[in-house]
Structures are given as structure tokens and as C-alpha cells.
């Protein structure tokens, strides 16, 4: 037997092709994937294939029969990834110095279940690196335009998606806003003025523009600096909301109040997670018109990308009504990608779907949503429209760092 894999280092948003040889004809074998966080959590995935006429399984061109997802996805050993311990999030933090070792294991029967009688009968271990140079997230050469990663009620510095941009091109910087070093612990007001330094300090020249991803209570954040910074020309909200919620927005003279939650409206799952989809107040409300985002005044472009089963807010409706108050007021500089069964947490391809997880400022644990075959085109769609959009409206000649 045989298991090949290629390339076995690549970029976590790389594509690898996996094939067995070696096979009885139309013999049934398992693939297997393992991977241990940095924390010592183990996520797991596992499928069931048949080989064919010539005794090789090539996942680029067989259908998984069954286990954690089923038909013909190449890279579906990675984003089926499950925590053995429920709601844990797979969450690279030290994206420069280490990658994640992935074990694929190969069976030559269905195996359903771990036993140390029953041993693979070929193993390959998999790098999947964040990061290709030391300089932290600035590309090999430049110039190239300067991007803002915001993430959402998480806190603290997240780095893996700023990492991975760097690679194909982009300096990134990931901007923490609480919950680390010496910000506040809690996130009970946003300065829009902390933002827009760390814009100037982006910029090369006055007339350059800089982009921002952002997710969650980022994206946010993410629209309010593309109505009010002008130095921001592309911006990408996903799964945000178009008006301030819960948390006062300050920038210079000016205060935003915001929607208050309803947090009588939250749901709880089956799994004992809870839903905040319906908590949030409704922005067309007469009463909350002051808390809405001026989406028409931004300068530059938006992006929204959105999953229609996000199960954390609203999302879509949240986008539609931003991308209409745009068309009301003769702005065309919106696109909105809506991505049918996709949870929350769209992250970059081959990233294993996030149900729910723990989060620190909660004590039970949150629901993200999403159905996991959907949510895997979603992030790889998406990702692809990401880099188009940043290159499309942050050209070298306007945004140099």
C-alpha cells in the first residue's frame, strides 16, 4: 500500500491531491485525518472509500461512500475536522514559527471506530503553514497594498487569516481592539480614532487608500471606517450587521449610540449552545435610525459576504438592507456574495466548519451555524473573491506600503 500526498508542506489555503495505490480491485479502505492544536485539543475526520478497477483512490476523482462527509471533495479530510471534545475552535496563534501537522492515516477495511488492534497501513504527516517568511505578514517583495484584518467578540490578537493574505501579496496587519496587552478587557466602547491611526499608519502616501477585512463585531467596526475614514477604499464585512449594536461608537465630536440587545430573544440549541441570532434590535425601527451606519457616504467600495445559516446574527438581512439604503441614495460601490447553508465563521478555504464553540466572555457555549459541505464551497468561494476585491480597488499604484 500506498499513500501519496502532495505537495506535504504547503499554505493552509493550498489544495493538496491525496491518492492510495497498491489496492485490491474496488477494495473498501478508510482515509483519516488527525491534528492536535496548540492547546493539546485533538480534531479528528475520517471517510469511506472504494477503490477502483485498478486498485487506487484518487480523492480528486473518487466519492466518499460515507463518514464525515460524502461525494467527491478532495480536501475534505481537512474541513471535516471535528473536535473530539465538543465546541473547541480550531485556531492557528502561532502562525510564524510552527504549522499544523496533520496525520492522514491509511486503513485497508471500514473503521469506525479506534482500536489498537487495528493498526494503518500507510501514514502521512501534512504541514500546513500560515506564514512563508519572517517579516510578519509583509510579502517578499513589494509594493503592495496595506489591509487591516479585524476579528470579532473573540478579543485578542488573531493572526492567521493576516498571515495567510501576506502570502499571496498583501501587508496585513491584524489589529487587536480588546482583550489584549493593555487594552481593555472588555470591549465597552469603540474610538474610531484608535482605527484610523492604525489606517495612517498604513498609508505611503496621502492620496493612497487601504483596505479592511473584517468579521462579526469587526465588521462593525469594518463599515464605520469605510464611512468615516477616508482613508479606506475597499472594504470586506462578513457577517456583520449595518448599524452599532450593544457598544457606543465615539469618533472625535461625534457619539453613536447603540441598538440595545433584546437578550430575552436568545435561543437555545439542542447541543446547549445558545443562539444570539434574534437578540439583536431591529435597525429599520424608527427608534434606532440614529444608530444606523450612513453606508451611502462610504467613498470606497464594500464587500458583503454573508451565510444565509449564520446562526450568531442575521446576516443576510443586515447586508440587504445596507446594500438598499446604497440604491435609495444613487451608490452602486456595494456587493453583497450570500452563500446558501454557510455559517458565521467563514474562514479561509479548507478550514474545518466551527458549530459552536466556547467563548470567553459567555459561559455557555456560542452557536456559529453553518452546514458543513455548504460552508466548505463557501469558504473557498469566497476567499478566491476576497484577493479579487482587495486587487481590484487596492492596486499598487494607490496603496504602497
Known amino acids: 500500500f500506498a499513500l501519496i500526498v502532495t505537495p506535504e508542506k504547503a499554505l493552509a489555503d493550498e ?10 480491485p474496488f477494495q473498501m479502505v478508510t482515509f483519516k485525518a488527525s491534528l492536535m492544536d496548540e492547546k493539546g485539543k485533538l480534531f479528528q475526520s475520517q471517510a469511506f472509500y472504494k477503490a477502483d478497477e485498478t486498485g487506487n483512490v484518487d480523492l480528486e476523482q473518487a466519492a466518499a461512500l460515507g463518514g464525515d462527509y460524502v461525494g467527491i471533495h478532495p480536501m475534505g479530510l481537512f474541513w471535516s475536522l471535528k473536535p473530539v ?3 473547541r475552535r480550531l485556531l492557528k496563534q502561532d502562525v510564524m514559527n510552527s504549522p499544523f501537522y496533520i496525520q492522514l492515516d491509511l486503513y485497508d477495511s471500514f473503521l469506525l471506530e479506534d482500536s489498537p488492534e487495528v493498526q ?89 487608500g487601504i483596505g ?29 450587521t449595518n448599524a452599532f449594536h450593544d457598544t457606543q461608537c465615539k469618533y472625535r465630536d461625534m457619539v453613536i449610540n447603540p441598538i440595545p440587545h433584546q437578550k430575552e430573544y436568545t435561543q437555545i440549541h439542542v447541543s446547549g449552545a445558545i443562539s444570539f441570532r434574534h437578540i439583536k434590535g431591529d435597525p429599520r425601527a424608527e427608534v434606532n ?11 470606497g467600495h464594500i464587500l458583503f459576504i454573508v451565510g444565509e445559516k449564520d446562526e450568531c446574527l442575521n446576516s443576510k438581512a443586515y447586508a440587504e ?45 456560542l452557536l456559529w451555524g453553518g452546514d458543513i459541505g455548504c460552508h466548505a464551497v463557501a469558504q473557498e468561494h469566497s476567499w478566491r473573491e476576497i484577493q479579487k476585491f482587495l486587487r481590484r480597488h487596492l492596486t499598487p499604484s494607490r496603496s504602497k506600503l
Request: charged share 15%.
Open 85 to 87: 471534545n465538543s465546541f
Open 120 to 208: 494503518p497501513k500507510a501514514s502521512q504527516m501534512i504541514e500546513r503553514w500560515f506564514s512563508v517568511r519572517g517579516a510578519f505578514f509583509l510579502p517578499p517583495e513589494g509594493p503592495f497594498p496595506g489591509v487591516i484584518d479585524l476579528f470579532g467578540g473573540v478579543g485578542g490578537l488573531v493572526e492567521f487569516r493576516a498571515s495567510l493574505l501576506a502570502s499571496h501579496g498583501f501587508g496585513v496587519l491584524a489589529l487587536a481592539y480588546f482583550a489584549y496587552e493593555d487594552l481593555p478587557s472588555c470591549l465597552l466602547e469603540i474610538d474610531l480614532e484608535y482605527f484610523e491611526e492604525a489606517a495612517n499608519m498604513l498609508m505611503h502616501h496621502p492620496k493612497s
Open 212 to 240: 479592511v477585512i473584517s468579521v462579526c463585531k469587526g465588521a462593525e467596526i469594518g463599515l464605520a471606517m469605510a464611512v468615516y475614514l477616508e482613508q479606506v477604499t475597499a472594504t470586506i464585512c462578513i457577517n456583520g
Open 321 to 365: 438592507q445596507a446594500m438598499e439604503q446604497m440604491r435609495r441614495h444613487g451608490r452602486s460601490n456595494g456587493t453583497l456574495l450570500s452563500y446558501p447553508g454557510a455559517g458565521h465563521l467563514i474562514e479561509p478555504p479548507y478550514s474545518p466548519l466551527c458549530f459552536a464553540s466556547w467563548n470567553p466572555f459567555i459561559s455557555r457555549p
Open 289 to 299: 435610525q440614529q444608530s444606523v451606519l450612513r453606508v451611502e457616504e462610504a467613498q
Open 15 to 24: 489544495p493538496l491531491c491525496i491518492r492510495a495505490t497498491g489496492l485490491n
